[in-house]
């Protein structure tokens, strides 16, 4: 399981720099306008659709304005409760992407044929780095090697 969380991290990492700005965005840019129209309609008492429907678009042409609006006006209540609703979703939405993104298995996103099954110089105990048959970058078998040196080739000759 730990390979997933890994590889979905590898997979983000810049995603995830993408998804705070959209979301210090989306809180200026519309839960701002949203909860300061909301907070004019409803100051006679009750809800004024009318007047929450005029506020909404001249506030949404501008939004920091109503981004200011709305601390100086007292609709910072309105502005948290609408700002935690479109967190939980913005996050629930983050967190499906996320876990789509993780990989199937470890083997995701190696390539095959090359050296990446070996960390750490492993693979020289078997193999040579100088000279012998080319297995991939780096990589050869020695001809010199006593025992088993037999090599399956997996591929396809293309004639064209």
């Not at 730990?2 to 839960?31: D, H, P, Q, T």
């Not at 100086?72 to 948290?80: C, D, K, L, Q, V």
């Not at 100088?130 to 006593?146: H, T």
């Amino acid at each position: 399981m730990n390979y997933k969380i890994e590889g979905a991290i590898r997979r983000n990492r810049k995603n995830f720099i993408i998804f705070a700005i959209l979301w210090i965005f989306i809180a200026i840019v519309f839960v701002s306008p949203i909860s300061y129209s909301y907070h004019i309609a409803g100051l006679e008492g009750s809800f004024n659709l009318e007047i929450f429907i005029t506020t909404f678009t001249e506030s949404i042409t501008h939004p920091f304005e109503a981004f200011g609006k709305v601390f100086s006006e007292g609709a910072t209540g309105n502005f948290f409760s609408t700002l935690l609703v479109v967190t939980i979703f913005y996050s629930v939405f983050f967190f499906i992407g996320f876990v789509r993104s993780a990989p199937k298995n470890e083997f995701s996103d190696i390539e095959h044929g090359s050296s990446d099954w070996s960390q750490r110089g492993e693979q020289y105990q078997v193999l040579s780095r100088n000279k012998g048959i080319i297995l991939a970058e780096d990589n050869y078998l020695p001809l010199d090697k006593r025992g088993n040196i037999n090599v399956l080739v997996v591929g396809r000759i293309r004639i064209w």
